[in-house]
């Protein structure tokens, strides 16, 4: 496979939430992701973006259309299949960092890696060390989340999405919940780490800093993805 070929590409998709008034989010939608990329996804409020990361990380499936991984169809795939796919590919970062309360942050950073049999758990933990120690954790290993701030909470929540080193971070407004240094912190370290683990990048947010520090953005308008030229994003 050549290294432009797509990592992700989603073709005519189309999405509704069936009810007494059928809700379409996606119609036909379209877009191809490269490998690498980092990719912002706006909108306002209800359009349909947690939507669509939902069907990038196969916790949904597309009611028509394809979603491709490395040219492989990922609807075709069994329930299985799709589990192995999202805990071996994708890593999940949502706007509450969903950290277990009773557990430290190694242990939360590591639990992914319980659901993989196959994962040497030696390996996983000095990969897990040198990630906390990247984001500045690595004094607060034995931590209860409790005891932390709002914006390391959310560090420790990016560790554990990368812990299996997934191809892909899926990131439904990161930095929603957090006070504004916080939050610039969190969106420059994405980046950071997008470049360090070459690890492909889409980030749904309503934050225009936020999503300024991505390779390009998308907004999702009537259900389609429509490009935002560079210099009306920085207005
Ligand atoms: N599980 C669901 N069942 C029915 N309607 C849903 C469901 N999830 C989302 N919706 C509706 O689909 C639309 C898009 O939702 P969502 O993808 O969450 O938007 P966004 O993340 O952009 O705010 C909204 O109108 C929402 O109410
Ligand atoms: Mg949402």
């Known amino acids: 496979m050549s290294v432009a070929a797509p990592l992700l590409e989603l073709r005519a998709v189309s999405k509704s939430y069936p009810g007494p008034v059928p809700v379409p989010v996606l119609r036909e939608a379209s877009l191809t992701v490269t490998r690498g ?43 299985k299949e799709l589990a192995a796919f999202r805990n071996r590919q994708v890593g999940f970062i949502f706007q509450n960092h969903h950290l277990l309360p009773q557990c430290s942050v190694l242990e939360n950073v590591l639990l992914p890696v319980l659901a993989d049999a196959k994962r040497s758990s030696v390996e996983a933990e000095a990969r897990a060390r040198k990630l906390l120690d990247r984001v500045g954790l690595g004094a607060r290993l034995d931590h209860l989340p409790g005891k932390l701030s709002g914006g390391e909470r959310q560090r420790v929540a990016v560790v554990r999405a990368l812990i299996n080193q997934p191809a892909l971070l899926l990131a439904d407004e990161p930095t929603g919940a957090l006070d504004r240094a916080s939050a610039t912190g969190i969106g ?41 030229a560079a210099d009306v994003r920085r207005l």
């Open 37 to 79: 990329e980092s990719v912002a996804i706006i909108g306002p409020s209800g359009c349909g973006k947690s939507t669509v990361l939902n069907l990038l990380g196969t916790l949904d499936l597309p009611d028509s259309g394809s979603l491709t991984f490395e040219g492989r169809d990922l609807t075709k795939l069994s329930a």
């Open 188 to 228: 420059q370290l994405l980046v950071e780490l997008n470049r360090e683990e070459g690890v492909t990048l889409i980030v749904v947010t309503h934050s225009p800093e936020l999503a300024a520090l991505m390779g390009r953005t998308v907004e999702l308008r009537d259900g389609q993805f429509v490009p935002v």
